[in-house]
């Protein structure tokens, strides 16, 4: 969860790197992960552009790990 929170979706090498130092085992969820978010990312900007909001009145998931137990705040929109 810590390499999460020093990513942001706008920086594909911050995904790179946070891929690179997680263990074999967890890139496959990590990867995932990414991807879910940048789908949330998507569909977000979708219903920012249909209903003319502006930015930061959304563009946040939740992302949970039922292994740790950790819960972070993920903005979409960096």
């Known amino acids: 969860?810590?390499?999460?929170?020093?990513?942001?979706?706008?920086?594909?090498?911050?995904?790179?790197?946070?891929?690179?130092?997680?263990?074999?085992?967890?890139?496959?969820?990590?990867?995932?992960?990414?991807?879910?978010?940048?789908?949330?990312?998507?569909?977000?900007?979708e219903v920012v552009s249909e209903e003319g909001r502006g930015s930061g009145e959304g563009g946040k998931a939740f992302v949970y790990n039922f292994r740790t137990g950790g819960c972070l705040l993920y903005d979409l929109e960096s």
């Open 1 to 45: 969860m810590g390499s999460i929170k020093e990513t942001r979706l706008s920086d594909p090498d911050s995904w790179r790197h946070a891929l690179q130092k997680t263990p074999m085992a967890e890139r496959k969820y990590l990867q995932e992960l990414h991807d879910l978010l940048l789908k949330y990312k998507t569909q977000w900007n």
